[in-house]
């Protein structure tokens, strides 16, 4: 049986850099969090179906990843949404 990837309705960025965050409403419901700071990425996925960012950022992590250095607070868009697919790949039903 193939995966389906799951679809996004939004993604907002909400934060530029130190921490490089957006927030991602999935069209199931579920919202995801990305945050990028100190050289680690972390993207969390809410438990259920919501529309308050905070049952994403206490969820379960999908993806935790050092990429950078130290002090590292910014994540381009082009890299945020290459780990997005990966960790949309690994919530696929």
Known sequence: MAQQIIG???IRKTCECCPSQWE????????????YRGGIL???ISLKETDNIMDAVS???????????EFDGYLD???MK????T???????
């Open 82 to 85: 290459r780990y997005l697919k």
């Open 87 to 93: 960790a949309l790949e690994r919530i696929a039903v």
């Open 8 to 10: 996004i309705k939004y």
């Open 59 to 69: 969820g379960k992590e999908i993806i935790g990843e050092k990429l950078g250095a």
């Open 42 to 44: 972390s993207i969390r």
């Open 77 to 79: 868009d082009n890299t």
């Open 24 to 35: 991602v409403k999935l069209i199931d419901g579920r919202m995801l969090y990305i945050r």
